[in-house]
């Protein structure tokens, strides 16, 4: 049986997806602007907003669920060694580290596990393989799902933080080398 999230996904082909993939990285790009890190990002924090008005049919998309966001200067309510965020999505070092090491790299990783799931309909635990986190990587076949995103995800997906791209890369993925955010 499906998953009300894999229901949800179907609608969601080709330029709709690039697009959706593009809104997610705007929206996060614009919450890491304000000094905040959202630690929690995953479908089901997405909301996306169909609107019909003047005969033009427009969505938009908002990032909700910011109980485990952390803002610049703001002190850590979370315990050290404490894992947070949703598994499947959450960045290693937000389930091996602590609270400290969440920086807006964790929520690089999550877009990239977002798009996993954008594109390949399936959670990411079902696609990824390997013996530990330290070697996590996508199965071939859900790879290829992601066509020009691939090399921004995997690099997205890296275990080491200092390793991920930016965000803005992810639009240069999609749109060509002159995108922006």
């Known amino acids: 049986p499906e998953t009300d999230r894999r229901y949800r996904n179907r609608w969601a ?34 909301l996306v907003e169909r609107i019909n008005s003047d005969h033009m049919l427009s969505e938009s998309i908002a990032l909700c669920d910011f109980d485990l966001a952390k803002g610049r200067g703001q002190t850590t309510l979370t315990q050290t060694a404490v894992g947070m965020g949703t598994y499947g999505y959450s960045a290693p070092e937000q389930l091996w580290g602590s609270a400290r090491d969440v920086t ?41 799902t ?16 200092e390793e991920r791209p930016p965000l803005q890369a992810l639009q240069g993925s999609i749109y060509g080398p002159d995108a922006r955010l």
């Open 13 to 46: 082909t080709g330029l709709a997806r690039d697009w959706l993939l593009s809104q997610i990285a705007d929206a996060v790009q614009f919450v890491h602007m304000q000094g905040v890190v959202h630690r929690d990002l995953k479908p089901d924090n997405i």
């Open 146 to 161: 992601l066509g020009n995103k691939r090399e921004w995800v995997e690099q997205a997906l890296s275990y080491r933080p």
């Open 104 to 144: 807006k790299a964790s929520d690089v990783y999550t877009v990239g596990m977002l798009a996993v799931f954008l594109y390949s309909e399936r959670e990411p635990w079902e696609v990824m393989i390997g013996s530990d986190l330290t070697t996590l990587k996508l199965d071939d076949a859900a790879a290829e």
